[in-house]
């Protein structure tokens, strides 16, 4: 009962990604989310990373210029942005999502 519970409030990671646009959100009604401007991205790059060292498990994780958007999984894209930072995109095929966000870049710049 207590693990359906969860399930319905906390779901999993959904990524969006739109012309000028990164949208990711955690759980099935969207109250985490976080949107980040395509124009802003630096460099992408697909990893597989230790979620638990690195970052102390799943979830919103992370502090300053360096976080993680996870829902499991130990695979990732890391996008680097203007500033530096670096925000850890968790994705069950993080190579498809890579590709997608370059082709978009690709067309707008």
């Given at each position: 009962m207590l693990g359906a519970a969860i399930e319905v409030f906390l779901g999993g990671l959904t990524?969006?990604?739109?012309?000028?646009?990164?949208?990711?959100h955690l759980g099935r009604f969207a109250l985490l989310r976080?949107?980040?401007?395509?124009?802003?991205?630096?460099?992408?790059?697909?990893?597989?990373?230790?979620?638990?060292?690195?970052?102390?498990?799943?979830?919103?994780?992370?502090?300053?210029?360096?976080?993680?958007?996870?829902?499991r999984g130990n695979k990732a894209v890391v996008v680097t942005l203007e500033d530096g930072s670096q925000l850890y995109?968790?994705?069950?095929?993080?190579?498809?999502?890579?590709?997608?966000?370059r082709a978009i870049l690709q067309t707008s710049g």
């Open positions: 990524t969006e990604v739109h012309r000028d646009y990164l949208r990711l976080k949107q980040v401007p395509l124009s802003k991205v630096k460099h992408l790059e697909s990893v597989t990373y230790r979620p638990l060292r690195e970052f102390g498990g799943w979830g919103i994780r992370g502090f300053g210029r360096r976080q993680a958007w996870t829902a995109v968790g994705s069950d095929n993080p190579q498809h999502l890579e590709s997608r966000l």
